[in-house]
């Protein structure tokens, strides 16, 4: 299983339709919406009804990453805005296990985001029931920053983890500062899903830029 989502944080947000277009053709495999509120983050970028016209506009499933204060208070909203998969952070919701079951309760998929510094523990009561763990690798609020080396041997220990429960769930996706140079290491390290806005945005050809790293994701061998 490997999987390149591109995130829609490096487009234009005034051609987003054109962007999810773009991608689609070149072979992407989801769409990552980044949400932020503000407050979890220092920055605002989109909110439902956007999403609600992307999903109109591309057959791609729609990853909602929701970096915002109250999971619950906008999980509703996402879901009927028809997200496939949603993320919540584990730092902003003290009711994880009510927020991921409403998710799955809706047939979508759920996934826990970590920052950083929030240690793999965070996820001890609950890895189970998540779909995908989404790791950041950058501290998440906007694109283009330097992958955290560090986040590598979180990669690694989340795969053993699972590999010695012996599950092939939670899927593993990393997102910030993922780009065609580091996407084969990490993808040894037991990485299976690829968020990429800046190294797919801003790259000279981002239809070329995706069908590198899938390419790359593949001879990489992950499963
Ligand atoms: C960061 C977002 C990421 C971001 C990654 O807060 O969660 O999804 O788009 O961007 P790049 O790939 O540019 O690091
Ligand atoms: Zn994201």
Known sequence: MVLIAPSLLS???????????????????????????????PNLTIGPRVVELLKSKTRLPLDVHLMVDTPSA?????????ADWISIH???????????AVIKNAGRKAGVALNPATPLAALQEILRDLDFVLLMCVNPGRG?????????EKIRALRRWRDDLGLGRPWIEIDGGVNLSNLNDLAG???EVFVAGNAVFNAPDPREAVRQ???AARQAGTP
């Open 74 to 82: 906008v999980v509703p909203w996402f879901l009927d805005a028809g």
């Open 144 to 152: 283009s920053q330097p992958f955290i080396e560090a986040s590598r």
């Open 189 to 191: 390290d037991g990485a």
């Open 90 to 100: 584990a730092e902003a919701s003290p009711h994880l296990h009510r927020d991921i």
């Open 11 to 41: 487009a234009d947000f005034t051609r987003l339709e054109e962007a999810v277009r773009l991608i689609e053709e070149a072979g992407a495999d989801i769409v990552h919406v980044d949400i932020m509120d503000g407050h979890f983050v």
């Open 213 to 215: 790293m899938r390419a």
